[in-house]
Every structure is written in structure tokens, then in C-alpha cells.
């Protein structure tokens, strides 16, 4: 019969460190102020206030019954203003370790909420903090590095310390196995992603023009991805494997900071980084592991516990492997049958942002060789077209990025811009909105309408290019914009 004994003896070099857990805190805390100062606040009104840039009915039904949010009832522009600045206090209060019970379960409830209300057009990066930031509400997060005087230590649930190594695990797993693109199998993934136009990290020209490099590099990813696993589970002499699995994380992160900008993705893996860190690292540098008390369950409450756990691990798998065999059905249809089945046991999802998601598709099945970039420009009294962002005149013979958008609004445009305007539903109402509203905050008058464009510029990248050629431009009139389809898609039925 199952004990929390027989568990914790077969799983015992998997439980998370106390130490580790606290400076994990401090680093995904730092992630999500990141995510919520730099990258959400200034468009505060613009998705959660009441002058939306798209319509709240729109949003709703792109969302669907998944997406519900406190912003769908409350539609106003302090409200809005007061929950971003509760969650900005909130989350210093986490990183700094007051509280954190109370903190981190009202922090979750907050991004929540935030992240609901726009569902839709969620980033990869904050659904991974979200995740994260999920399972952190059942860890003792303050016993060390923290601001607050801690007089009853906890120690750490072996279940959640099982549940999250797993997830984690997962999360690398599956993104490295879907990566099985021509890109990757050449090994030129990586100069694709840092080839961007739009957004390039700060070193990103040192990996495009580095062949060995940016060969390695690729390789690398996919080879320590797809093995992650045996890295983290594998319990070998003095944690090597452990410490090797914690190396790449660190410089897979990190790399990719320098590449290419991906909001704070790279803050919140290099936490879940040191979130691995043994108990060996700590007492190399002398931080010792002080008393912590165990928190003692009836029984039936332990059969709860491991009855939870099951049903958690269930989802992770069946998730991730429907994820997977999602991802190769569009390309395989000998994988339909399995794909089937995977539907037919799969878990109804409680809500778009949850545990439940596992959709962990990072530069896969390649990075975008489509690419890009948007603007607005228009025509001068003096026949020049210029940019309406930057007043630069526009060539008509070398095609130049004049604008970079930044923060929210530079992740929500680049759904738009690796593809014609036309072929993604998203991207369409997004544009539509975002094109007019840009014209009315500068007080264009409507006569002058017709003077103004979308601009899309058009790439393609592929394995012998040295920049991104060739580049194809195509201007939208106010009218194509205006008469866009933006009415809700329907659902096609699965064969």
C-alpha cells in the first residue's frame, strides 16, 4: 500500500531545496515586475480599461468560456489602473519574502485575472511565469533570503517538489521534441532567431554571423531539451547530471536574452534554474539548511494528497502528449488514430491560463523564417511617403525599419507581421483596431484618411541567406483595413 513513506524514500533526490526555493522566489518575482512594469502597464487602459483597443464584446468571444476575468464585469480606467498597481505591490512583496502564504496566492489571482482578460493574445513567456508562479503558492518560499523574521520554518512538500520537477520537465521535453524542422536538423536554427529584424537582442548580429557558433548552439538545444529529463530525474554521483541539466538551462536562457528579445522568458528560466539547485550547491558555499518542522496529515488527507497528485501527473502526460501529437498530425496523418485517442481521454480545460496548459511550443516545429516588419505611412503634401511613427521618408528602392514598436504592443504586432494581413483571424482584428486607433490619438481628421497606410514588409530566411532578402512591401488603404472580416471563425471538425 502507497505511504507518504514509500514516496518519499523512492523520490527523496528530488525534492526541492529550501534555499534554492527562496532564491527562486526573488528571481521570478524580478520576472513577473518585469512582466507587469515594463511590458503590460502602459497599455493599462488599451486592454483593461474602459476605451479598449478592441471592443470587450469582440474580445469575449474571441476569448471564448475559457477566458473569464474580473475585466469582463468591471470596465473601468482606475480599476484597471488600481489591479496593475496591486499587482505591481504584490509582487514586490513576494520578491522580498513578506507574507509570501497570502502574497503569492493573491498574486496568482491578480495575473490571473490580467492575463484572462486578453487570453487570446497571451505570450509564451508569461504563460511559462504563470506556471511557475502557480505551483510557487505551495512552496515555503520566505525560509531563506527574505524581509521577514521567520519564527516556524516549513519544510517542503515532497509531492509538489515530485509535481513540479515533472512539470518542468515537460515543459523542455515537449518543445524539444517538436523541433524536428529543417532548421534544426541542419543547424541554422539559431541564426534564423537571430536574424530578426524587428526586435534583435543586443549580440544578436555576433550569433547570425558565428556558422560555428550558432551550429553548436542549435545541436546543443535540441540535444539537452529532448534528454532534460534524465539530466534532472537521474540521481547520479554527487548530482553531476543535476548540475549539468542547471548549466544548460542557465546558458540556454541566457543566450537567448542576447538573440532575441522574448519579454522575460529568459528571467523566468534562469529561476526555474536555480529553483534545481541541490542541496549539495549550498553547503559548497556554506548557507546552511536550518530546522524546518514537517507538517503533520491525517491519513485521509495523506490519500487526498496522493489522490491530487495523480490526477496532476495525468494531465501533464496525457497534455503533453497530445500537445505533441497535435503538433505532427498537421504535418503526419499516420498519427491521426493516436491523436484520437488522446482527444477522447483528454481533461476539459477549467480555464485558458491554468495548470492544464501545456502547449510548450518554443521556435518549433522551426523558429519563423517568415518575417517582417508593420508600420504606418503616409503620403505628404510633397508626394514623399514618410513614417507615420518616426516622419522619416520611406525609399522606394531600400526597404529600412523605421519603426520599432516596444513593450505590449511590439509582442501583440508580431503575430501580424510574419504573415499575409489577411491570413490569421487574430491578427486581423488586432490591426484593424490598432490601425485606427493610432490615426485617432493624433488627431488625423477622417477626410485625411486616404493618405494613410498599413505598411507590411515581407521576408523570407532561409539557411544560405545573409540578411533577410528578398523583401516583398505591400500598402493597405484605409478602406481594405475597414472592410477586414473580423466575425468569429467557425470551428472545424476534427477527422
Not at 73 to 85: H, P, V
Not at 135 to 164: A, D, E, G, H, T
Not at 335 to 356: G, M, T, W, Y
Amino acid at each position: 500500500m502507497f505511504s507518504m513513506h514509500s514516496i518519499s524514500k523512492k523520490t527523496d533526490h528530488l525534492n526541492l531545496d529550501e534555499r534554492s526555493i527562496s532564491i527562486f522566489r526573488i528571481f521570478l518575482g524580478i520576472s513577473i515586475l518585469y512582466s507587469l512594469i515594463i511590458i503590460k502597464f502602459p497599455y493599462t487602459i488599451e486592454f483593461w480599461g474602459k476605451d479598449r483597443l478592441i471592443p470587450i464584446e469582440i474580445m469575449q468571444a474571441m476569448n471564448g468560456k475559457d477566458a473569464f476575468s474580473i475585466f469582463d464585469y468591471i470596465q473601468n480606467d482606475s480599476f484597471a489602473y488600481f489591479w496593475m498597481i496591486s499587482s505591481i505591490i504584490l509582487s514586490i512583496l513576494y520578491t522580498l519574502g513578506i507574507q509570501t502564504r497570502i502574497v503569492s496566492v493573491l498574486l496568482l489571482f491578480f495575473f490571473f485575472n490580467i492575463l484572462q482578460a486578453y487570453a487570446r493574445y497571451n505570450n509564451g513567456f508569461d504563460k511559462y511565469t504563470f506556471q511557475m508562479l502557480t505551483w510557487s503558492c505551495f512552496l515555503p518560499l520566505n525560509n531563506y533570503f527574505s524581509l521577514q523574521k521567520i519564527i516556524n520554518r516549513k519544510k517542503v512538500n515532497q509531492l509538489i517538489s515530485f509535481i513540479i520537477i515533472i512539470q518542468i520537465c515537460f515543459i523542455y521535453f515537449s518543445t524539444g521534441i517538436v523541433k524536428y524542422g529543417d532548421a534544426w536538423k541542419q543547424g541554422y536554427a539559431v541564426k534564423i532567431l537571430a536574424s530578426e529584424m524587428w526586435y534583435p537582442g543586443k549580440f544578436a548580429s555576433f550569433f547570425t554571423n558565428n556558422e560555428f557558433l550558432y551550429t553548436i548552439l542549435t545541436y546543443a538545444t535540441l540535444f539537452f531539451e529532448i534528454t532534460f529529463p534524465i539530466f534532472i530525474l537521474v540521481n547520479y554521483k554527487n548530482n553531476i547530471l543535476r548540475y549539468v541539466g542547471i548549466i544548460f538551462l542557465l546558458g540556454f536562457h541566457i543566450s537567448i536574452f542576447f538573440i532575441s528579445d522574448v519579454g522575460n522568458f529568459s528571467i523566468t528560466g534562469v529561476a526555474v534554474a536555480l529553483l534545481l539547485l541541490p542541496n549539495s550547491f549550498w553547503k559548497k558555499i556554506n548557507i546552511k539548511l536550518k530546522e524546518s518542522s514537517e507538517r503533520i496529515f491525517s491519513k485521509s488527507t495523506q490519500y487526498i494528497f496522493i489522490v491530487c497528485t495523480a490526477f496532476v501527473l495525468y494531465t501533464f502526460v496525457q497534455k503533453n502528449l497530445l500537445f505533441i501529437s497535435n503538433t505532427y498530425h498537421l504535418y503526419d496523418r499516420n498519427s491521426s488514430a493516436i491523436n484520437r485517442f488522446l482527444q477522447k481521454i483528454d481533461v476539459p480545460q477549467i480555464a485558458e491560463n491554468s495548470f492544464q496548459f501545456q502547449y510548450w511550443k518554443m521556435f518549433a516545429p522551426n523558429p519563423a523564417s517568415r518575417c517582417g516588419w508593420l508600420s504606418i505611412e503616409y503620403e505628404g503634401d510633397d508626394g514623399l511617403f514618410y513614417d507615420l511613427f518616426t516622419n522619416n521618408i520611406i525609399s522606394r528602392t531600400e526597404h529600412k525599419v523605421s519603426f520599432i514598436p516596444k513593450r505590449q504592443e511590439r509582442y501583440l504586432l508580431s503575430y501580424a507581421r510574419m504573415f499575409k494581413l489577411q491570413d490569421i483571424y487574430y491578427s486581423r482584428v488586432f490591426l484593424k483596431y490598432w490601425f485606427f486607433r493610432q490615426l485617432e490619438k493624433r488627431n488625423i481628421p477622417k477626410s485625411d484618411y486616404h493618405r494613410y497606410y498599413l505598411a507590411e514588409y515581407r521576408a523570407e530566411f532561409s539557411k544560405n541567406s545573409t540578411i533577410m532578402n528578398p523583401i516583398e512591401k505591400e500598402l493597405y488603404t484605409y478602406k481594405a483595413i475597414e472592410n477586414l472580416d473580423i466575425s468569429l471563425p467557425k470551428k472545424k471538425k476534427c477527422t
